[in-house]
């Protein structure tokens, strides 16, 4: 019998999960508002036409923004959720020893029910901080080893190593990067849908509406960076810096857009390309804006 924080928690749940949907609708007027602006612009160079689709267009980039934060919103919102009915400690009570008994979520297999009631008899400082997932599969891993300390010089020089995708006689050249672990060593990543990541990548957007419904499918999934994010969240890395010999995708179903949402809250992902390219993600919205104008 679910207990009473559970009962509750599986309403919120499924208010949450009616976010998605209004983030297509943004879209779709946020394509309307463009439209418009190309179409007012198209018929007079005069002030207040330019005004007009200047304004259309600002209304534009508020629906897109509107839709990522939702998106953001609905993620951490389960998150959080699901840190609650996981039974994951707040505080120890004032003066006191006891912890508070975990409440476990229905079904919990045993090794779940074990690794809460690890983190519980954990001291606060020793807690890992790290939000729960939707499940085992999508759960940072407890213990996750800190990233690497990688200077701005020994990124750029590491990214310099990376094949030229501007040379490739392909068509469409495979993106090629790198991570150094926190050993030292260095691993090759490389796009495509070859590995688990880029189907849990796959997996984790659809379930919160990306690409929306009867719409094209996308790319995205299948990128250097998108998939290292995935990876980032199911392992419970915090902070991380890869190198990658093309620049992350711009757009609303791209990587720019996406890390952030894909990334549990807290952790980073730094990104150095080519031509001296350095971005943390998440990134802020304005300056996001900014850089794709």
């Not at 559970?6 to 998605?20: I, N």
């Not at 998108?226 to 620049?247: D, S």
């Amino acid at each position: 019998m679910p207990s009473e924080l559970q009962q509750v928690a599986a309403r919120l749940l499924a208010a949450l999960d009616e976010v998605p949907r209004v983030v297509p609708y943004l879209h779709d007027q946020a394509n309307k508002y463009r439209q418009a602006a190309g179409w007012v612009g198209s018929l007079s160079s005069n002030q207040n036409a330019r005004m007009a689709a200047t304004q259309l267009d600002a209304a534009a980039r508020r629906c897109e923004e509107a839709a990522n934060h939702l998106l953001q919103a609905h993620a951490r919102g389960r998150s959080w959720v699901e840190q609650i009915v996981s039974g994951v400690r707040t505080a120890e009570p004032a003066g006191g020893s006891t912890a508070p008994r975990p409440i476990a979520p229905v079904g919990s297999p045993p090794g779940a029910q074990r690794r809460q009631n690890e983190d519980t008899e954990k001291p606060e400082a020793e807690k890992s901080g790290k939000p729960a997932g939707a499940g085992d599969d999508d759960s940072p891993k407890d213990g996750a080893p800190p990233g690497r300390r990688i200077s701005d010089e020994e990124g750029h020089r590491l990214q310099q190593t990376l094949p030229n995708r501007e040379d490739s006689e392909l068509t469409q050249p495979k993106t090629r990067g790198k991570w150094i672990n926190e050993n030292g060593e260095e691993e090759d990543l490389v796009s495509g849908q070859h590995d688990e990541w880029f189907q849990k990548a796959t997996d984790f957007l659809r379930e919160r509406g990306i690409p929306p419904r009867n719409s094209d499918s996308i790319t995205t999934p299948s990128h250097v960076e998108t998939k290292f994010a995935m990876r980032m969240r199911l392992q419970g890395r915090k902070h991380e810096t890869i190198m990658v010999n093309k620049l992350p995708c711009p757009g609303k179903w791209g990587c720019r857009a996406l890390i952030g949402l894909i990334l549990p809250p807290g952790s980073t992902l730094t990104v150095f390309g080519p031509d001296g390219f350095k971005k943390t993600y998440p990134v802020p919205t304005s300056e996001e804006r900014s850089n794709d104008e």
